[in-house]
């Protein structure tokens, strides 16, 4: 996955959304339908971990782009579960 693009050149599509149903990590939490808190929290170690290496490998310049890109995707990530949210059938 090191090698994969994050988003199609040309149309702007992301792409690192089609690769988290790859991931071993999110197969392995949602092959039984159920995520717990336990699940939740490795999850959250997993990827703090990550972060503290790549803050290692970054230069500054680079870990302010990569602060502001997570970041926006988060809050495109939040906008989507909002909008999926307030278009269920469900209450």
């Known amino acids: 996955m090191a090698d994969r693009p994050w988003f ?3 149309t702007d599509v992301l ?7 790859e991931m071993d990590s999110y197969k392995r939490i949602v092959e039984d339908g159920n995520i717990t808190d336990t699940e939740l929290l490795e999850q959250t ?3 703090v971990t990550l972060m503290r290496r790549l803050v290692e ?3 500054p310049e680079a870990k302010a782009i990569a ?3 997570f970041g926006e995707m988060a809050v495109l990530n939040a906008l989507q579960a909002l909008r999926l949210q307030a278009t269920s059938a469900l209450p």
Do not use: K
């Open 8 to 10: 199609d050149q040309e």
């Open 57 to 59: 490998a970054l230069s």
């Open 67 to 69: 602060t502001e890109a």
């Open 45 to 47: 170690l997993r990827v």
């Open 15 to 21: 792409l690192i959304d089609e690769y988290i149903v």
